[in-house]
């Protein structure tokens, strides 16, 4: 008996050995899979210099929601160059979403503590997100609000704005981003809403575009008069 509990006591260090070699493994194999994963998502980022994303996080989710509610997902995405989409609109959309787009590096550290001190809600973060934030939320990690996607999110923006710029960063978020019941992009969005295209949108129509932004899917351009209207006169303040 006493040989017996001998070799158990000297198997248990051995035991509790490989456990912690094994938990070691596991998150370092973790720690490599998800460095492998920010490289993949820098690479694409650089990628969409001059390639237009064929689809995006947000599209994919909503269509796994759809097939699992049982539900019709017909898509409308329709990718048109910046020069097709109306001034009206990008001025509506800047203004709505992130008025300091052009004067930020991909953060707008003063909209960001507003929003810590006063959006806090159940540790879920509200506003503060510029347009790159919001872009690389839509391509790559959907609807998601939790701190680790903002942690995953806030890594890749210095990306985007080093390896796309301003000019692209706008193009890509107007076109990508969620306006309407599976609408994706301007100039659905103008043809889903209006029956126009993205280039004829006038500003009263734009603002009301920019004003279902934060609510797509439960919001409509028609009903947003109120909003619309402080969009338009945030363009105008803004010498637009």
Request: charged share 25%; with cysteine.
């Amino acid at each position: 008996m006493s040989s017996y509990a001998e070799t158990q006591s000297k198997a248990s260090p051995r035991k509790r050995s490989r456990r912690k070699l094994s938990i070691r493994s596991v998150l370092r194999w973790v720690a490599i899979g998800l460095v492998a994963l920010w490289a993949l998502f820098a690479l694409m980022l650089t990628a969409m210099r001059w390639i237009n994303p064929p689809t995006t996080a947000v599209h994919a989710e909503r269509d796994l929601q759809a097939w699992i509610h049982h539900k019709p997902y017909h898509e409308r995405y329709e990718f048109v160059p910046l020069s097709q989409i109306s001034p009206n609109l990008q001025h509506a959309v800047i203004a709505a979403e992130d008025a300091r787009f052009y004067q930020h590096h991909g953060f707008d550290w003063h909209a960001i503590e507003i929003a810590a001190e006063h959006d806090m809600d159940g540790g879920r973060i509200r506003g503060g997100s510029t347009i790159d934030q919001q872009l690389i939320k839509n391509l790559f990690f959907g609807t998601d609000r939790s701190f680790l996607r903002k942690g995953a999110e806030a890594s890749l923006v210095p990306v985007a704005e080093v390896v796309l710029g301003k000019r692209r960063i706008l193009e890509l978020y107007l076109n990508v981003v969620e306006w309407g019941p599976d609408v994706y992009g301007a100039q659905a969005a103008c043809r889903y809403w209006y029956r126009i295209p993205a280039r004829d949108i006038d500003r009263e129509r734009s603002a009301e575009l920019a004003a279902i932004l934060p609510l797509p899917r439960k919001r409509r351009p028609e009903r947003m008069k109120h909003y619309s209207a402080l969009i338009l006169e945030r363009m105008r303040q803004m010498g637009w």
